[in-house]
């Protein structure tokens, strides 16, 4: 089956990602005058949870990943979470795919020659540089995404990711009280069968668990490097605000095939094909992605199934490292 993408089509308010951008927009234009959406609360996003419980996400979850790092915050929203990000980094990038969310971070946040505000075509990190993030913080974005776009952010951030990047997905979990809940909520109003840019559908949630978050990242040539799933604890006070449901997953960026020095492709006598790099062999699960690579049949060894057997096995090849 061939891969294609789709090239050329227009923004519309048919297509799901502008979608977000059109009713999130609308949620930052009208949420200063409308208690119903604020809920008295002084920075837009702290009605989800309150302000003591971004910060204690900053400096109790994300904290290990901050420092004097350039960190990029995908989704920024209201900045609610974009101030402490601030004081905590070197250089902060505040992205989002509304300007009008931008607006209100930006009033929030402040300038300063360590900040700039990112506006996002919703798809990448279109205008950052390559190789210029060490960590991806992201809290309550990907989750509304659906999964494919949760992708094209995981491949265009092994772009801009130094070695050793890690990129945070926060995900939601069923199978967990808060999830669960939160579901049947969204059930019963329907969220799912309305229309993309219906204001009724925004929040709308795409459930993901730590497993499907790991075959993600095995894709796109990401390491699980932690996974928080705990967090706030059931004895915690703060635990009712999520009941559970939340899942961080730190993401690795994992070295790409092109980067790693001496590999040697081999073909067994059953004529399954793997790269050997750094004392593991990896499969090329289509001889596409061999090929992909900028291999030949010229460059293949012979292995036998023995020698190969002893030689500890690695993540396949992901036709997106190349
Ligand atoms: C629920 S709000 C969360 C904002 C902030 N992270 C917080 O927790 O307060 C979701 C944010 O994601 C942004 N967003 C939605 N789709 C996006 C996309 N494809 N790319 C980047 N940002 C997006 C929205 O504009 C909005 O600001």
New binding site residues.
């Given amino acids: 089956m061939q891969l294609r993408k789709r090239r050329g089509s227009a923004p519309s308010t048919a297509d799901p ?1 502008q979608a ?2 059109q009713t ?2 609308k949620y ?1 234009r009208e949420w200063a005058d409308r208690p119903d959406l604020n809920l008295g609360t002084q920075v ?3 009605e ?1 949870g309150g302000p003591e419980f ?1 910060a204690r996400i900053i400096h109790e979850v994300a904290a290990p990943y901050l420092g004097d790092v350039d960190v990029l ?9 974009s101030a402490h990000l601030r004081e905590r980094t070197r250089h902060l990038t505040c ?4 300007s009008d ?1 931008l607006a209100r971070t930006r009033a929030h946040v402040g300038e300063g020659p360590d900040v700039r505000y990112l506006q ?1 075509t ?2 990448n990190f279109n205008d950052v540089a390559d190789a210029s993030i060490d960590f991806i913080y ?4 990907l989750l ?2 659906q999964p494919q ?1 949760v992708f094209s ?1 995981l491949l265009d951030a092994r772009r801009i990711l130094r070695p050793g990047g890690v990129i945070l997905i926060h995900a939601i979990n069923l199978a967990s009280p808060g999830g669960s809940y939160h579901f049947e909520v969204q059930f019963v109003q329907d969220t799912w069968s309305r229309p993309f840019d219906d204001p009724h559908r925004l ?1 709308h949630i795409y459930y993901m668990s730590e497993d499907q978050l790991g075959a993600l990242a095995q894709l796109g040539r990401y390491s699980m490097h932690q996974v928080v799933k705990d967090w706030p604890a059931a004895d915690d006070p703060m635990w009712p605000v999520t009941s559970g449901r939340d899942i961080f997953g730190f993401l690795r960026r994992e070295p790409s095939l092109k980067e790693v020095e001496g590999v040697r492709v081999v073909k067994t006598p059953d004529e399954r094909l793997f790269a050997l790099a750094d004392g593991r062999r990896r499969e090329f699960k289509m001889r596409e992605i061999f090929d992909q690579a900028g291999y030949t049949d010229a460059d293949l060894e012979p292995i036998d199934a023995g020698e190969l057997d002893a030689i500890p096995e690695d993540q396949p090849v992901s036709r997106w490292e190349l």
Avoid: P, Q, T
């Fill in positions: 990602v977000l951008n999130w927009s930052a837009l996003g702290e989800w971004a915050e995908l989704g920024c929203g209201g900045g609610k979470f992205a989002d795919i509304s969310m996002l919703g798809r992201s809290y309550d974005v509304h995404l776009n952010y929040g």
